[in-house]
Nanobody, 118 residues
Framework: QVQLVESGGGLVQAGGSLRLSCAAS????????MGWYRQAPGKQRELVAS???????NYADSVKGRFTISRDNAKNTMYLEMNSLKPEDTAVYYC????????????WGQGTQVTVSS
């Protein structure tokens, strides 16, 4: 059974930084693209950043230059380094896994709250 567990969320002032982690159990991590999504109140869930198995990355325009996604395949863990945080970054952040055999993200964590105060 695949489990994804996020950690590292919290309350931070605008301009501050947070580092999110996503620990994956099972054997799926090394054969999956991984992504960070977020969902703010009243808004649709959006893909913030993603990384392929070999570490290629993509970012939403709203976070380019401020967020950095990375993965450690030896530790089955993915990270999201968030700098220069803005109040509009406030959301529940979810990690997700997309196995090679699938066309969509199929496994999700429970989410971690990030709140940025102005």
């Amino acid at each position: 059974q695949v489990q994804l567990v996020e950690s590292g969320g919290g309350l931070v002032q605008a301009g501050g930084s947070l580092r999110l982690s996503c620990a994956a159990s099972g054997s799926i991590f090394k054969t999956s693209a991984m992504g960070w999504y977020r969902q703010a109140p009243g808004k649709q869930r959006e893909l913030v950043a993603s990384t392929t198995i070999v570490g290629s990355t993509n970012y939403a325009d709203s976070v380019k230059g401020r967020f950095t996604i990375s993965r450690d395949n030896a530790k089955n863990t993915m990270y999201l380094e968030m700098n220069s945080l803005k109040p509009e970054d406030t959301a529940v952040y979810y990690c997700a896994a997309r196995p090679l055999s699938l066309a969509r993200y199929n496994y999700w964590g429970q989410g971690t709250q990030v709140t940025v105060s102005s």
